[in-house]
């Protein structure tokens, strides 16, 4: 090896030569040399899936490569992997001939910390602007002279916007998580300011003009709640995923659990709701503006998956019918509708037994804080064992019967019961999620990550929004004792949590214990072996951290 080409070596966190030998994602699934040859000339570079056809071309938009299929027969995830390998040795030859000299390089670097904490604040802030108004419910509807039901429907239409540009958030997060942070952080800026237009005069709001700028800020919402899994399969490695997935996907009910600390302390009398949305608008729009300032994509990816050419969107879509992913999804839209319908109904459900809205504030920050400590704590745990089935299958029970225990707590009249029991609840929950979302990586790869998160984010919104409309309409009447509870809408959702138990329990049974495989992390595991034999042949291989 020459001095110049050590020096390079160093700055990196791997450099590989890359084989021409036969490809281990193939033989795998037992596809023979004439199916590798088809695919490769099937399978172009391209992000939608338009149909186009033709020979592999080394080419990389928002940090990795993609190819698309014009072919509309049924295969499944293990062949559309083994397709997608053959097109990417293609192009790993194809750098060969654009002047690499045969080797690939993969770092991590240190401006990822900048995009993540970026990620994270626009997550905090987006969920504090949905909860501005739950938390004072009783000062909103003086304010606003309108219907408490008609409070509940700044939540609700929060959560339903998500699903309106559901579309659009996968297409920009396909091509990189910076476009789409920028334009979370747009409707952040122009909903709060709507917002607060609506909201100038402490005599009194115009709730149309506040619903407008609360759609908007829900718009803002699913290009950043989404992006986490996007954004560490681009910049981190397979020891770091579900730590960074984690601290910006549940960045997003801290931001609920400031709404419901500090909002009522703001807000001690109708007047205030206009200072509380002034308040709000200040922070979105200081945490918004570093968003246009961050890194695109890593100059080189993180590890060998991030090369790894993604299915198209069209075909993606066609791919999500595993068994095992809905096994997965459906308890993830389901848990996180309850938790956004309690979350946004935890004032209404409390108070009718006595408590006061700060009592509620409390219980539904330590709902979320002990919720955050608990994934702290088994996130990098988690990243070092890959244990996520076992993290699913011992959650979900502890969720269901929280929710049971829940039914009880608030006519005990006595705070204890409410504080341990959603404190159980949220740490059940937040160590699921960033679990299940890179789970769903696994069993979907090479699907883009986005699409997956997307999906399963969807649906807990629109679930969410669903539940506190049934909630609402559940709530007692004026003459039950004590008047407005909300009993029959804790036993509806303590019914429905128990129901999906049995669904995670499932993964694995009847034989189907190969579907779980760790396609991501095998895919990596496969190229450390290749690199391991390489570096017998041509020399060492550097790893490091790279310094920018």
Same mark, same amino acid.
């Given at each position: ?40 000339? %099937? ?74 904490? +970026? ?25 606003? &002279? !309108?219907? %408490?039901?008609?409070? &509940? ?25 910076? $476009? ?25 709001? &115009? ?6 700028? +609360? ?44 709404? +419901?600390? =500090? ?40 590890? $060998?998956?991030?090369? !790894? ?5 069209? %075909? ?8 095992? =992913? ?20 935890? &004032? ?133 004792? $004590? ?52 570096? !017998? ?12």
């Amino acid at each position: 090896m020459s001095r110049s080409s050590r020096k390079s070596s160093s700055d990196a966190a791997a450099t590989v030569t890359p084989t021409t030998t036969t490809n281990p994602d193939v033989n795998d699934v037992g596809i023979d040399d004439d199916i590798v040859k088809k695919a490769r000339d %099937e399978y172009a570079l391209n992000p939608i899936g338009s149909g186009s056809s033709g020979k592999a071309s080394r080419s990389i938009k928002g940090g990795h490569l993609r190819l698309a299929s014009s072919s509309t027969d049924g295969d499944d995830l293990d062949t559309a992997g083994a397709r997608i390998a053959a097109g990417s040795q293609e192009v790993e030859n194809a750098s060969i001939e654009d002047g690499d000299r045969g080797s690939i390089t993969y770092k991590v670097y240190k401006r990822r910390w900048f995009g993540l904490v +970026q990620l994270t604040l626009l997550n905090i802030i987006v969920s504090w602007d949905w909860l501005t108004f739950s938390p004072v419910s009783q000062h909103a509807t003086t304010y606003y &002279n !309108t219907s %408490e039901s008609a409070i &509940n429907w700044f939540s609700t239409g929060f959560l339903f916007s998500f699903v309106v540009i559901v579309p659009l958030t996968i297409y920009m997060l396909h091509w990189g998580p910076k $476009p789409s942070i920028i334009v979370s952080a747009v409707l952040i800026l122009v909903g709060n300011w709507i917002r607060f237009a609506g909201s100038y005069s402490r005599d009194g709001g &115009n709730y149309g003009v506040v619903m407008f700028g +609360q759609i908007l800020t829900g718009l803002a919402q699913p290009f950043v709640l989404s992006a986490p899994t996007r954004y560490s399969d681009m910049w981190f490695t397979s020891r770091g995923r579900v730590a960074a997935t984690a601290l910006a996907s549940l960045a997003n009910p801290f931001g609920a659990a400031l709404g +419901q600390l =500090i909002v009522p302390f703001m807000v001690a009398e109708p007047g205030d709701v206009s200072n509380a949305v002034l308040y709000v608008a200040i922070i979105s729009s200081v945490a918004a503006l570093p968003s246009f300032f961050i890194p695109a994509a890593p100059p080189t990816p993180p590890g $060998p998956s991030g090369r !790894t050419p993604k299915t198209s969107l069209r %075909e993606s879509l066609r791919l999500l019918k595993s068994l095992e =992913i809905w096994l997965v999804l459906i308890p993830y839209f389901i848990y996180v509708g309850f938790f956004n319908s309690v979350s946004s109904l935890l &004032n209404q459900i409390m108070m009718p037994y006595g408590f006061s809205s700060d009592d509620a504030g409390i219980a539904g920050a330590l709902l979320i804080v002990v919720g955050l400590v608990a994934a702290a704590i088994s996130s990098p745990i988690l990243d070092r064992t890959k244990a996520f089935l076992l993290a699913i299958k011992v959650s979900t029970p502890l969720i269901g019967l929280c929710y049971l225990a829940f039914v009880w707590m608030p006519a005990t009249r006595d705070l204890a019961g409410p504080y341990v029991v959603l404190s159980v609840l949220g740490a059940s929950s937040f160590a699921l999620v960033p679990v299940a979302l890179e789970f769903l990586c696994e069993l979907s790869h090479p699907i883009s990550p986005e699409v997956t998160s997307t999906v399963a984010w969807a649906g807990g919104q629109v679930l969410g929004g669903i539940f506190i409309v049934i909630s609402d309409a559940l709530k007692a009447g004026p003459d039950a004792d $004590p008047p407005f509870h909300m009993t029959n809408a804790l036993i509806f959702t303590a019914v429905i949590a128990l129901v999906t138990v049995p669904l995670p329990l499932a993964l694995g049974l009847f034989g189907r214990q190969d579907r779980l495989v760790m396609r991501r992390v095998r895919s990596d595991e496969r190229s450390v072996r290749s690199t391991s034999n390489e570096e !017998t042949a041509n020399g060492p291989v550097v790893v490091g951290d790279a310094a920018a």
